[in-house]
């Protein structure tokens, strides 16, 4: 069998997993989110086609995860039947070197990198923002979606509402309470029997209507303690929106909303240390997370073939440990960093150098055919315990 040959045909049995375990993992992180949103065309009445997209925004954030988990697990569930089914072994005695079997690995590694690359540098950023700007374009056509009768509501900036009862479809709250705090040395407290939001699209602004309430004060700059009550048939509160979606929006996204040119742009423009910090962990980390199919292929070609004899099981529950185990890394590192701990580069790098080093060493052992303690202690370790309390039931 030609070398081409065998190339296309690990290709192929690599391809059909990591294709399925995609569509499972991407699901089941899916899974977290259908309630919250399914709520809201249940009782909120929002179309099922803006769902839709919301969903659509979600999912270049999960990629950005499962398609590193998906390779590593479509490598383990490749190489481990490949060994169990004596495959490896024909392979080598026909001459054919574990590095030739490695050749393909590191070439649909390489392309799985670019893609990760391109999800956590250009995708995952825009599907954010959009998801988050969907998100707002919905509160405002709808103002009601968001408030909760009996639950203290603080979306508003300075502003706290709270409604005994509300009406989903109309959209009218009954018993409308607000802690108005936005005039600062003036707070106000305003009591209504009724109120409703009318949303403006065009400028992205918000007015709540109350009915048949009083405005209570307590002015702080009065020399005598004074206490205002106005009482009043219809007031408007003004919630300008607008001006956080136009002339601010920077401020108030996250650094994962960011595109690379801005988190440039806000780390030249930092006005402290720890701001320029968390900024430059962020740009570190795209481009960390970016090299993870790249180490997951390295070490998932010996793990595969050393562990043949626990099925598609141990396969599973070994992508999902070495997954977590970097993952785990990378968010230690990040905090470390983040704190000023540790240099940015070294911190956000050091699970990508630990992953190329075990993966090295675990491919020289499996090509000199040594096998690897690290695996074969742990089910000795089971293996015992289960023998141990076998027997403490026989006595």
Not at 144 to 173: E, H, K, W
Request: aromatic share 10%.
């Amino acid at each position: 069998m030609s070398i081409s040959r065998i190339h296309r045909y690990i290709v192929s049995e690599i391809s059909v997993p990591i294709l399925l375990s995609l569509l499972i993992f991407t699901f089941v992180l899916l899974m977290g989110r259908i309630p919250k949103l399914t709520e809201l065309v249940i009782s909120k009445g929002v179309p099922a086609v803006e769902i839709a997209q919301l969903f659509s925004y979600l999912l270049p954030t999960f990629f950005s995860i499962t398609v590193p988990l998906s390779f590593l697990l479509g490598i383990l569930l490749a190489f481990g039947r490949f060994s169990a089914d004596s495959e490896f072994i024909a392979l080598k005695a026909s001459g054919v070197s574990l590095y030739y079997l490695l050749q393909p690995v590191l070439v649909m590694a390489i392309l799985f990198s670019m893609l990760t690359a391109w999800l956590t540098i250009s995708v995952e950023p825009a599907g954010k923002t959009a998801f988050r700007s969907k998100i707002f374009q919905i509160a405002s056509s709808r103002a009601s979606v968001g408030i909760r009768p009996g639950i203290f509501n603080d979306d508003f900036d300075g502003l706290v509402l709270y409604t005994q009862a509300m009406d989903d479809r109309q959209g009218i709250m009954q018993g409308v309470f607000i802690s108005d705090e936005r005039e600062g040395e003036t707070p106000a407290t305003i009591v209504a029997r009724q109120g409703r939001f009318i949303p403006n699209p065009n400028n992205y602004s918000l007015t709540l209507r109350l009915n048949n309430g009083t405005i209570h004060r307590l002015p702080a700059k009065e020399k005598k303690s004074t206490y205002q009550i106005i009482g009043f048939s219809t007031y408007d509160v003004n919630l300008d929106l607008g001006k956080q979606l136009n002339s601010g929006q920077s401020r108030y996204r996250s650094r994962g909303e960011l595109s690379w040119a801005e988190l440039t742009q806000a780390e030249s423009q930092a006005n402290d240390k720890r701001t320029e910090l968390r900024l430059s962990v962020e740009k570190h980390k795209r481009i960390a997370i970016a090299f993870a199919p790249l180490v997951f292929g390295l070490v998932g070609v010996p793990l595969g073939l050393q562990s043949n004899r626990s099925g598609k099981g141990a396969g599973f529950s070994l992508a999902l440990g070495i997954s977590l185990v970097y993952y785990l890394l990378l968010s230690i590192s990040s905090t470390l960093a983040g704190k000023g701990m540790v240099p940015t580069a070294i911190a956000l790098w050091l699970p990508n150098c630990c992953f190329l080093i075990g993966g090295s060493y675990f491919l020289h052992r499996t090509a000199i055919e040594q096998p690897m303690h690290i695996l074969s202690t742990p089910a000795q370790f089971i293996k015992n315990l289960s023998q141990a309390k076998y027997r403490k039931k026989e006595d």
